[in-house]
């Protein structure tokens, strides 16, 4: 499918696509963003004694999505503030730097398919994974799996929200919470999410419905928690000149 036929994406005002030259910076964004919430700490109960490895982890992850044909990664920018350690290394002096980033994955039959990828996004970064526990990673997936296979067949799947702590109660992860959701309207596809419980209520405060739970039990070592399954219904849109 040529670009020309690809359909129309919603306005991103604030918003743009993620560049390859953005993967450091939202992979710094991630872990920072990410590091105390259930889902990070139990995956990843080593972070402070090898806290870069988890940045190359997400930097590959990232790189991964930017390459996926059913991928879409957008950031969020804003003018940099002096608690932003790395805002000078992040944008030019006088120019907005990201803040935010968001990802979402397509169904397999989209007709988006293709629509999103980046070339050129470099090779994967070496990743040690010292600060990760492998057992519990691949615990986590299959449930996630299996909780997405029960509740979202055949709808778009928000992926990832977070933005840099700095930057935070400015209305970066509404943006994209709500680009994301006209992206579906515009689709008639509806969008599902498995939100951290600090991210829950930014969902459930954009129209995200709870349709169910998922489990993960306790290893033995590291106690588990449960997470709330949301879905938002795709709104019908307003043919132009419509009521």
Same mark, same amino acid.
């Given at each position: 499918?040529?670009?020309?036929?690809? @359909?129309?994406?919603?306005?991103?005002?604030?918003?743009?696509?993620?560049?390859?030259?953005?993967?450091?910076?939202?992979?710094?964004?991630?872990?920072?963003?990410?590091?105390?919430?259930?889902?990070?700490?139990?995956?990843?109960?080593?972070?402070?004694?090898?806290?870069?490895?988890?940045?190359?982890?997400?930097?590959?992850?990232?790189?991964?999505?930017?390459?996926?044909?059913?991928?879409?990664?957008?950031?969020?920018?804003?003018? @940099?503030? @002096?608690?932003?350690?790395?805002?000078?290394?992040?944008?030019?002096?006088?120019?907005?730097?990201?803040?935010?980033?968001?990802?979402?994955?397509?169904?397999?039959?989209?007709?988006?398919?293709?629509?999103?990828?980046?070339?050129?996004?470099?090779?994967?970064?070496?990743?040690?994974?010292?600060?990760?526990?492998? $057992?519990?990673?691949?615990?986590?997936?299959?449930?996630?799996?299996?909780?997405?296979?029960?509740?979202?067949?055949?709808?778009?799947?928000?992926?990832?929200?977070?933005? $840099?702590?700095?930057?935070?109660?400015?209305? $970066?992860?509404?943006?994209?919470?709500?680009?994301?959701?006209?992206?579906?309207?515009?689709?008639?596809?509806?969008?599902?999410?498995?939100?951290? $419980?600090?991210?829950?209520?930014?969902?459930?405060?954009?129209?995200?419905?709870?349709?169910?739970?998922?489990?993960?039990?306790?290893?033995?070592?590291?106690?588990?928690?449960?997470?709330?399954?949301?879905?938002?219904?795709?709104?019908?849109?307003?043919?132009?000149?419509?009521?």
């Amino acid at each position: 499918m040529g670009s020309a036929e690809y @359909p129309p994406v919603p306005p991103f005002d604030s918003l743009r696509l993620a560049v390859a030259s953005d993967i450091e910076r939202i992979a710094d964004i991630s872990v920072i963003g990410f590091k105390d919430s259930e889902i990070f700490r139990y995956e990843r109960p080593r972070y402070a004694d090898f806290p870069q490895d988890a940045v190359a982890s997400f930097a590959n992850i990232y790189r991964a999505q930017l390459l996926d044909p059913l991928a879409v990664v957008v950031v969020a920018q804003d003018w @940099p503030n @002096p608690a932003d350690g790395d805002a000078g290394r992040a944008g030019t002096l006088g120019q907005r730097v990201v803040v935010g980033v968001a990802s979402w994955r397509l169904p397999e039959k989209s007709l988006r398919q293709g629509q999103f990828v980046v070339p050129d996004v470099g090779d994967p970064r070496p990743t040690p994974n010292r600060d990760l526990c492998q $057992h519990r990673l691949d615990l986590f997936n299959r449930i996630t799996q299996d909780t997405e296979n029960q509740y979202f067949a055949g709808k778009n799947i928000c992926d990832k929200l977070v933005v $840099h702590p700095s930057y935070r109660r400015r209305g $970066h992860a509404t943006s994209m919470l709500r680009w994301g959701q006209r992206l579906c309207d515009q689709d008639g596809i509806d969008q599902g999410v498995i939100p951290s $419980h600090m991210g829950e209520q930014v969902y459930l405060g954009l129209g995200y419905k709870v349709i169910g739970e998922m489990q993960v039990p306790d290893d033995g070592v590291a106690q588990g928690f449960t997470q709330r399954v949301a879905v938002y219904s795709a709104q019908k849109e307003k043919e132009e000149g419509g009521p």
